[in-house]
């Protein structure tokens, strides 16, 4: 029997860890459903977004600066990403599967073009503050309580430009018709390149934020691309609301589960889960609420 | 099937080989088998290694195109599949005495069964959906490989089991050369025979296969029981190649590595797999000394191959004067 303790305690963690976790995988799920694009090269743009912050942070000193640093140089790599390689192909049949491709080949080219210009060496970041909040027995990193508030603000940042602005408008209108979009006038090209940028910022954001608990090193992407992969898949393909669900429950049942089971019986877990929900529903989470 | 059946499709095979013999691709393969047979002459017991990993990698990279290329399955787990053939094959052979040329047949045989639970999704879903769920079935056998670590050795790897003909590098080069050839023309038979008329127009639109009245699922479960099986020999084979089998040989990086082969070399020929190998995979050892460079290099070619040489190297033609019409009336 597990004392109550150590349960409430997990379930806190994942929390935490499922607001990380959502951060990376909105742009996953957003770039699919406005673009049809399954961005393998997500977790790369998290990489450089650590990157990027521990470069600025060097250069600044100023934790602000280089999260806005990362912030805008990752929106101009997504921007630049769309215009140079996915619009090229956008007419072709299988652009599914080529943009697939393409971008597997920008995350190689990325990490190893980091590899050899800055080394493989594991760069720490310096934790935002060691502080450690004890709440009702539970223990609570401020470190991590601060990441959690600045993902929602993030996300709900998103959210309103979405559901409130014209951009988002035009976003909407573009991932359910590209064609009547423009003939209302909206530009998908420049939709999808923001839409892009969008995505890739929120990777790179989530590499700066993160960056105190996983360190900077070139494969660091790979892991959380994981993790978001199977979130978007659970959340259902294209549907945000649906993602935020699934980040918080795998977050929470990933934390719960390493109670008694090694973390790699967890992640397998985690896949067992996604293999299920695609063959019940391929539209995952997302098919039964947003429906 | 009757023998007048296997003697058309015979009859099949034998006319398409004469015939592709005589395009550019066809002496190209032709001239570098010939050089495959003489390599244990012309090459150091170091470099005929890497010629012997060579082959082995182009017959795991032939039996992905067979599934993703000519059916259109865009499977991740192949790679993962070939790392359960190789642990299959030796733990056969030094746990329970099992020969080791027959542990071979039996690591392709374990890797078709592995394939089996995954199919049904397969079959079911279509496009990039087939590449995720099959990305994280592969995702779970690699981190199967290190939870049962009673059986696999865990982390580390597996080593310590009997070699290929007593450890005679040379006689075993022969018979990974024959295999290989043996289970790539094997492959092209079918390829060229009916079934795969049906897997490329199950490619092409399945629904219209289906209503010309082939049974859709049985082509597409067999290509894929085909391909994982053969993926698994292949494992097998370099398992007993490098002495040890160990989790990373079925990392996403080495299905990563597959796809680019396949991809660079063109997913609409057969012989694509080949090419891919040669260039990558030669490319790679030649230019061991620039490092990490060649990972820049080749994630570089990945997206230029994709983008302009849709069909890869086998497919695309390099007359100049062609390209550039083909620039001008985009």
């Known amino acids: 029997m597990v004392s109550l303790g150590l349960l409430a305690q997990q379930i806190v963690n994942g929390l935490f860890f499922g607001g990380q976790l959502a951060l990376i995988a909105i742009g996953l799920t957003l770039i699919w459903g406005v673009a049809r694009v399954l961005n393998f090269s997500h977790g790369a743009m998290f990489m450089v977004g650590g990157y990027v912050g521990f470069f600025a942070l060097g250069f600044t000193g100023s934790v602000a600066a280089a999260i806005l640093a990362s912030i805008v140089v990752v929106f101009a790599l997504g921007w630049v990403t769309e215009f140079a390689l996915l619009e090229p192909m956008r007419d072709r049949?299988?652009?599914?599967?080529?943009?697939?491709?393409?971008?597997?080949?920008?995350?190689?080219?990325?990490?190893?073009?980091?590899?050899?210009?800055?080394?493989?060496?594991?760069?720490?970041?310096?934790?935002?503050?060691?502080?450690?909040?004890?709440?009702?027995?539970?223990?609570?990193?401020?470190?991590?309580?601060?990441?959690?508030?600045?993902?929602?603000?993030?996300?709900?940042?998103?959210?309103?430009?979405?559901?409130?602005?014209?951009?988002?408008?035009?976003?909407?209108?573009?991932?359910?018709?590209?064609?009547?979009?423009?003939?209302?006038?909206?530009?998908?090209?420049?939709?999808?390149?923001?839409?892009?940028?969008?995505?890739?910022?929120?990777?790179?954001l989530a590499g700066v934020l993160l960056a105190p608990l996983f360190t900077v090193y070139p494969s660091v992407g790979w892991y959380p691309f994981l993790l978001a992969f199977v979130v978007v898949m659970v959340g259902g393909l294209g549907s945000v609301r649906g993602t935020l669900i699934a980040a918080m429950g795998l977050a929470i049942v990933r934390s719960v589960s390493t109670i008694w089971v090694a973390a790699e019986s967890a992640m397998v877990l985690l896949f067992a889960i996604m293999i299920a929900v695609l063959l019940i529903n391929p539209d995952g989470i997302g098919g039964w609420i947003d429906g | 099937m009757t023998v007048e059946a296997v003697r058309l499709a015979v009859d099949r095979v034998r006319s398409r080989l004469r015939e592709d013999a005589r395009t550019r691709n066809g002496k190209l393969f032709a001239a570098i088998t010939a050089l495959a047979v003489f390599a244990p002459v012309m090459f150091s017991p170091y470099r005929l290694e890497i010629v012997m990993q060579l082959l082995i990698v182009i017959l795991a990279v032939a039996s992905w195109v067979f599934v993703a290329g000519y059916f259109g399955m865009f499977t991740f787990a192949h790679a993962a599949l070939y790392g359960v053939g190789g642990y299959a094959a030796v733990i056969l052979a030094a746990e329970m005495g099992v020969h080791p040329l027959a542990s071979i047949l039996l690591g392709g045989v374990v890797a078709g069964l592995f394939s089996l639970p995954i199919s049904y999704p397969v079959l079911?879903?279509?496009?990039?959906?087939?590449?995720?769920?099959?990305?994280?079935?592969?995702?779970?056998?690699?981190?199967?490989?290190?939870?049962?670590?009673?059986?696999?050795?865990?982390?580390?790897?597996?080593?310590?089991?009997?070699?290929?003909?007593?450890?005679?590098?040379?006689?075993?080069?022969?018979?990974?050369?024959?295999?290989?050839?043996?289970?790539?023309?094997?492959?092209?038979?079918?390829?060229?025979?009916?079934?795969g008329l049906v897997a490329r127009a199950i490619r092409e639109s399945s629904d219209a296969a289906q209503m010309l009245g082939n049974n859709v699922p049985r082509y597409k479960l067999t290509g894929f029981l085909v391909g994982s099986s053969i993926a698994g020999v292949a494992g097998a084979l370099q398992a007993y190649n490098i002495l040890i089998i160990s989790p990373p040989m079925l990392e996403i990086d080495q299905m990563i590595e597959f796809m680019a082969m396949g991809i660079i070399g063109g997913l609409r020929t057969f012989g694509g797999a080949v090419f891919g190998g040669i260039i990558v995979f030669g490319f790679s050892e030649v230019l061991r000394d620039i490092g990490e460079l060649r990972l820049v290099v080749w994630g570089a070619l990945l997206i230029v191959v994709t983008l302009y040489f849709p069909d890869g190297i086998a497919g695309s033609s390099f007359d100049v004067r062609k390209r550039f019409q083909e620039w001008f009336d985009r």
């Open chain 2, 124 to 195: 079911r879903l279509s496009g990039a959906y087939v590449g995720m769920v099959t990305l994280a079935y592969a995702e779970i056998i690699y981190y199967g490989t290190i939870i049962l670590r009673d059986v696999t050795g865990g982390p580390t790897g597996y080593t310590g089991f009997p070699q290929l003909f007593g450890g005679d590098r040379v006689v075993m080069y022969y018979f990974v050369l024959a295999l290989v050839v043996a289970l790539m023309l094997a492959m092209y038979a079918l390829l060229v025979n009916r079934f």
């Open chain 1, 93 to 204: 049949e299988e652009f599914d599967i080529a943009s697939m491709v393409v971008t597997l080949g920008l995350a190689i080219f990325l990490e190893n073009a980091i590899l050899v210009g800055v080394g493989s060496r594991r760069r720490a970041f310096p934790a935002l503050t060691e502080e450690v909040w004890r709440v009702a027995g539970l223990t609570i990193s401020v470190q991590r309580f601060v990441i959690f508030l600045i993902s929602v603000f993030a996300l709900a940042a998103l959210f309103l430009v979405i559901s409130r602005t014209k951009l988002g408008l035009a976003i909407r209108a573009v991932s359910q018709d590209d064609q009547t979009a423009l003939l209302m006038g909206v530009r998908p090209r420049r939709v999808y390149a923001i839409t892009l940028g969008c995505s890739a910022a929120l990777a790179g």
